[in-house]
């Protein structure tokens, strides 16, 4: 049994987290979580706006070779060059729609505790933009996972929590189709 | 005749693994960016036999243009797949209504959606 909203949310990112990699093909462990996302030339990352019951964004860093590794263009890594500007435009996509998954996954399992909000669509960035922005993500909740050089950063801004209508997640219907189910209708 | 697909996903990773996937499975996939540049793709490609579409997209996001396909006796016809990260049971309902034929929440199986896919085309 949960007794806030930040318990809550610790444990949706963490499951969210693991359910996310799995499914890209990767296992990355709970890291302790950084005060600042620090980026440099190898980072790329996605940006989505929250709004509704939680308001703010949310931004998701990895590295070029660990979006690679994830193959969610289903692209081979080696088959993908840093050395290419095509490929960089690829990967930062890549990073755009796995943090767009991760929060898919958020918001589904937020839902049985009675929260509700909206997402928005997800910006993807690398380089200068993503220095600029990277920064003003610290103080804010951080979570990391990862092994060695692999390591995936997400921090939330939110302008403050939501309430919670229950401590433990309601069932949803069994009509509602999981991550990578389908509903025929 | 081969069948063919449009995807309309802002993300162009899902629309290259969705076309890889269903080039294999022997469909011609075309692709678009958003809803407006999938409704000028549906005048253009001749013989479209399902659309694929993600739900939140900028600028015509999922369901406004399904409603604009359904509302179009030349597009009407066409059996529509969503796939997107929304499991919300309020948008599931609304796309039941708009007339969306199955709905897929990403990640998706390949087998899945080839599977889905032969079903709503008959192929």
Known sequence: MKSCFPEVLEEVIRRSADECFRDSGVTLPPLSAPSQLQTDDSHVAGLIDLTGQIEGSLMLVSTFDLIAKMRLSGIAPACLSKSRAGDWILIRDSAGELTNQFVGRMKNRLRGFGIRFNVGTPIALSGLALKGLAHKYGGGRTAAFGRGPDVVRIAIKMMADPPLTSMEPQAESPEMPREGGILLL | ?123
């Open chain 2, 1 to 123: 005749m081969i069948n063919k697909v449009l995807v309309v996903d802002d993300s162009s990773s899902i629309r290259q693994r969705v076309s890889s996937v269903l080039g294999e499975a022997g469909f011609e996939v075309v692709g678009a960016v958003d809803g407006f540049d999938a409704l000028a793709k549906l005048k253009e490609a001749n013989g479209v036999r399902l659309v694929i579409a993600d739900i939140n997209m900028p600028r015509l996001n999922g369901l406004q243009m399904i409603s604009k396909i359904q509302s179009d006796e030349k597009t009407a016809g066409i059996p529509i797949l969503v796939l997107t990260t929304e499991g919300d049971p309020d948008l599931i309902s609304e796309a039941r209504k708009l007339g969306v034929k199955a709905w897929m929440v990403k990640p998706f199986k390949p087998e899945v959606l080839v599977a889905a896919v032969k079903k709503l085309t008959g192929g």
